[in-house]
């Protein structure tokens, strides 16, 4: 006979699928202890290059009871974006397949709230936060935790069925549920993600050096991009997909059927000629709903200038 927990588990992870989400697991809200040094080890070698915000609130970071009041369980979802569509122009600068259609903070949000309601109004009574990069949760973490994948050596989620293209966002909440346990690491003795790397970012299995990491370089470095590398930046203007594309888990991938996250005609059809010449006015128009708007224009330019 199934458990109250059971069935109020069973309910939210149907409810997130009716929600739109590819996946989703359970794991219960505990202290890390085992990502902690890990963390710090790679902060105090300044691999995060200057992404300071990874210094604040590790407390909290490796901890997400601190994030919730009475926080007890995480529900961690995941939704696919691979796409088998690429850019048209093959000499056009390349972009990140997770930037081909809106930008999938606002899209996880919706669908998050959307999941937040029904459990609140058709299943259980509960107190809690969404999160999707808004804080310091180790998304990747919970998420193999409620058994959704496992870390490759690329440092990305990996799930069997939808690969390493995939969103991921939680729900932290104030009730006990049903939790999932973690799957076996199925990269075994591949290598193929680190061999492929053509700025050797990927210094060790799971340990990524920012600072030679083309998609931070192009989206969250602000200052001038390091002359050395620019050999070996492969024409990538916004964020980098190589460990993923060579990875054996994305080689038989079903691509997405999310109207939001489908490529943008306007920004995959754009010749290598319209990116070159594109103009702050041109940018706030094309990439107002998108990822691409992090960068802001100036960063752009300088990224376009330094493949030049």
């Known amino acids: 006979m199934r458990s109250k927990k059971q069935i109020i588990t069973e309910k939210i992870k149907s409810s997130a699928e009716k929600a739109g989400f590819s996946a989703c697991g359970v794991s219960p809200v505990k202290h890390i202890k085992e990502d902690s040094v890990h963390i710090k080890n790679w902060l105090e070698k300044d691999m995060h290059g200057d992404m ?38 093959i000499n056009a600068p390349k972009i990140s397949k997770y930037a081909y259609g809106k930008d999938y903070h606002f899209i ?38 409620a058994g959704l994948g496992w870390i490759g050596k690329n440092s990305n989620l990996i799930n069997k069925e939808l690969g390493s293209f995939v969103f991921i966002g939680e729900l932290i909440v104030d009730v006990e549920l049903e939790y999932d346990a973690p799957i076996k690491d199925f990269c075994g003795t591949c290598t193929k993600c680190i061999d492929a790397c053509p700025t050797n970012a990927i210094v060790s299995s799971k340990v990524i050096d920012a600072r030679k990491c ?26 980098c997909d190589i460990c993923q594309d060579v990875c054996p888990w994305n080689s038989k991938l079903k691509p997405h059927n999310i109207s939001d ?8 059809e754009m010749t290598k000629e ?11 128009i094309l990439f107002k709903d998108s990822a691409l708007k ?15």
């Open 214 to 239: 083309i998609s931070y370089l192009t989206i969250e470095h602000k200052e001038k991009l390091p002359l050395e590398l620019k050999p070996k930046f492969n024409n990538w203007v916004f964020g």
């Open 261 to 268: 996250l489908m490529p943008n005609p306007n920004i995959i």
């Open 294 to 308: 992090r960068t802001k224009f100036e960063g752009l330019k300088r990224n376009l200038e330094f493949l030049e």
């Open 52 to 89: 300071l915000y990874m210094e604040n609130h590790f407390d909290k970071r490796v901890d997400a009871s601190k994030m919730v009041d009475n926080a007890k369980s995480v529900i961690s979802v995941l939704l696919n974006y691979y796409s088998s569509k690429t850019q048209k122009d």
């Open 274 to 284: 319209e990116w070159y010449n594109i103009d702050k006015e041109k940018f706030n």
């Open 108 to 145: 996880i949000k919706d669908k998050l709230r959307k999941l937040f309601n029904i459990i609140n109004n058709e299943i259980i009574e509960i107190n809690g936060r969404i999160f999707v990069d808004s804080a310091p949760v180790l998304e990747r973490y919970y998420a193999m935790q």
